[in-house]
């Protein structure tokens, strides 16, 4: 019953009905999308990378006039990425990694298959003279503050790089692997986690004095993000329980955790304050920064133990921690100014659904939120002179480079859109909220038609499913790329739903906890089918013609839709989804991240999409790349092998050498190209 799609774009294209503007895919995904803003620590500098139809371009700009300067380019959709930014001191000169990260049999992704295998390289690059210059294969490379030379950690390897010469001199040797790299910048000690499977220790050095590692409060606990105190003289980090024997990876649980202070002369370790419940996991790997220690003497750290994840500012001395933006929000990126008395966060404090910048003062407390808008503003660095960068995106924009000058907004780059994107037929998505059987609040976002539908209405669920897609383009380029799909299908015709389903971010420790989500009951499943009893009750949808798509975890609750109520879903395009939870947590990883031990494998199973295939009768697109690192390529073998058996007619595109998130511009074309034709064929035929 399969058919497999030749790669290749489809030309099938269906003219949108009257009243809209057409537009071609091409030409809202290939867009100018800007990420991975980076700050000088002078604070009077840039850096981003911009990402256009798949060639990467590395820019940065500086005071006072922040005009885009170009200093690397893939010049091609190869699919490698550029990341690692780091500036020098003056800001003049850039370092940055050209390349992806191995999987587990240490292959580098080469999602163009090109012949002559990728690298991965540490580069070098100036403002005035740019020229890349290649360093060698030193992923996760820290510049020392004088800017002389990087620390390279290689598993249990630490060594010292001289960019000028290109030589390496091992600074250490140790048992576990070295992570949390930080420097003082006065005496040059270097701090760091020492990595050691179910424990782990704080330990700092001084190259070329010590003979021996100084280990900070050994213990039976995991240990880590690591700060150095301003005056060089204490360490504060984060503490977590071992790891138990037959203890899971679970993502959808929690533990305590503490912050401690130690004291290098005296040895002494404090513990300064003690989460009140299980608030810990989440909130040491989601943010970027979990711990920082200003220069004003505050320790700000995250934490979710008033039911939000937010940032709290600790007296080092001790005390309570106080939230810095208090109500029921969640706080994501932050930054610190370089002179460390103004703190920047991004937050859906002031609009739940979108993303705002607030000012807070690390040492009162005093917020200013300087710039709410109906846009998404993301990503703050906190520059010099009371200056901001940004990522801004809005409903008809992708995301690009502001710049808050203290009193107004400046669009650094690009300076325009270009003439080919659609901005005036994209539609602005409505916020919906709607209640389901068991009374949770679910918010979504409707994408309707400017002229007449076509009668098909179209759910989208993202993945994760730590995720939350907001009211504008995302400022994760995976959902941005999503996000200008859903633009597309709504020109096309569709009326178009994306689902904010519990078990996602955004709306509070317990909608991302919500109990019984994925192997454990699909809970969230219910989301998805509430979404369509609302879609079915608005005037131009046909309630035979809704269908399903998402990826990865949207790829599960697509495949979940089909298998459980093909009565109510006529079509799915499943891209890398999860398809059978007991197989991931044999032979992906044990428990596969979601905790699932012996005795919960049999509801991994019962809560699987595979587990009900007989009753599968829609038609599904199944999407998948062979080099994927998140969901094993073999989920969609598996689940098409026992389509097969059942007579279920699906249709597969494969894509060599791609990995979870498509690497490759080409790669996203093609499948939503042929996810929308899919849909014109199953939805639109009579």
């Known amino acids: 019953m399969c058919r497999t799609i030749a790669l290749g774009i489809l030309l099938l294209w269906f003219a949108p009905l009257s009243g809209q503007t057409p537009f071609s895919l091409e030409s809202v995904l290939s867009a100018p999308y800007c990420s991975n ?18 060639v990467r371009t590395l820019y940065a700009a500086e005071s006072p006039g922040f005009s885009p300067i170009r200093l690397f380019s893939t010049g091609e959709d190869d699919g490698q990425e550029i990341g690692q930014i780091q500036f020098g001191p003056g800001h003049q000169s850039v370092y940055f990694v050209h390349g992806n990260g191995p999987n587990r049999q240490g292959e580098i992704p080469n999602p163009a298959s090109y012949i002559q295998y990728p690298s991965r390289q540490l580069m070098s690059v100036t403002l005035k003279t740019p020229a890349a210059k290649a360093l060698g294969a030193y992923p996760g490379a820290l510049l020392v503050p004088d800017g002389k030379s990087l620390l390279v950690p290689q598993g249990n390897r630490l060594s010292r790089l001289d960019p000028s010469t290109g030589k390496t001199e091992q600074i250490a040797q140790m048992r576990g692997s070295f992570g949390d790299l930080a420097i003082h910048p006065g005496s040059g000690k270097i701090l760091f986690t020492s990595n050691r499977g179910d424990h782990s220790f704080i330990g700092y050095l001084d190259p070329g004095q010590d003979k021996s590692i100084h280990w900070v409060a050994p213990s039976l606990y995991r240990d880590g993000n690591p700060v150095w105190s301003p005056d060089g003289q204490h360490i504060a980090f984060i503490r977590l329980p071992g790891v138990q024997r037959g203890e899971l990876t679970n993502i959808t649980g929690g533990m305590p955790f503490s912050i401690l202070r130690f004291d290098l002369e005296s040895g002494l370790t404090t513990e300064l304050w003690r989460s009140p419940g299980d608030d810990g996991g989440f909130a040491q790997y989601y943010p970027s920064t979990t711990l920082q220690w200003t220069s004003t003497g505050q320790l700000l750290f995250y934490s979710e133990h008033e039911g939000w994840m937010k940032i709290y500012r600790l007296d080092p001395q001790g005390g309570a ?9 969640e706080v994501e990126h932050q930054s610190v100014s370089p002179d460390g008395h103004t703190l920047i966060v991004s937050s859906n404090c002031g609009d739940i659904d979108r993303r705002d910048l607030t000012k807070i ?24 002179n009371d200056r901001v960068a940004y990522r801004k995106a809005g409903a008809t924009y992708p995301t690009a480079i502001y710049l808050w000058n203290g009193n107004q907004e400046q669009r650094i780059y690009p300076p325009k859109m270009d003439a080919a994107f659609p901005a005036s037929a994209l539609v602005t998505p409505e916020q919906v909220i709607f209640e389901t059987p068991d009374h949770w609040q679910i918010h979504g976002q409707l994408f309707r038609p400017t002229g007449k539908a076509n009668g098909g209405a179209l759910i989208f669920m993202h993945g994760g499913p730590i995720r939350q897609m907001v009211l504008g383009y995302h400022y994760s380029s995976y959902y941005a790329n999503a996000y200008a799909m859903n633009q597309y299908l709504a020109n096309l015709g569709y009326v178009v739903m994306s689902v904010n389903y519990r078990s996602g971010v955004g709306y509070g420790k317990l909608f991302r906890r919500a109990p019984q989500q994925g192997p454990r009951g699909a809970a969230e499943y219910q989301d998805i089918v509430a979404a369509a009893h609302y879609l079915q009750s608005l005037p131009g949808v046909d309630a035979r013609r809704i269908g399903l798509w998402g990826g990865s975890y949207g790829g599960y609750l697509t495949a979940m839709g089909l298998a459980r109520n093909s009565d109510l879903f006529k079509a799915g395009v499943d891209l890398h989804g999860v398809h059978d939870w007991a197989w991931r947590a044999t032979d992906f990883s044990p428990g596969g991240a979601w905790g699932i031990d012996d005795a919960l494998m049999d509801d991994a199973y019962a809560f699987s999409p595979i587990s009900e295939v007989g009753k599968w009768r829609s038609p599904v697109l199944i999407i998948h790349g062979d080099d994927d690192r998140n969901v094993m390529f073999g989920q969609s073998i598996d689940l098409a092998r026992k389509l097969d058996a059942h007579r279920v007619p699906y249709e597969v595109l494969v894509l060599p050498d791609e990995v979870h998130g498509f690497l490759r511009y080409h790669s996203w074309l093609e499948a939503y190209q042929q996810g929308a034709d899919f849909f014109n064929k199953h939805l639109l035929k009579n």
Request: with cysteine; proline share 10%.
């Open 37 to 54: 803003l980076t700050g000088s620590p002078d604070g009077e500098a840039i850096a981003w990378v911009e990402e256009k139809a798949g």
């Open 361 to 384: 003062d690390v040492t009162s407390g005093q917020t200013t939120t300087f710039l709410q808008t109906p846009d998404i503003e993301t990503d703050p660095v906190a520059l010099s």
């Open 321 to 329: 921690p106080a939230a810095v933006l208090p109500g029921a929000c």
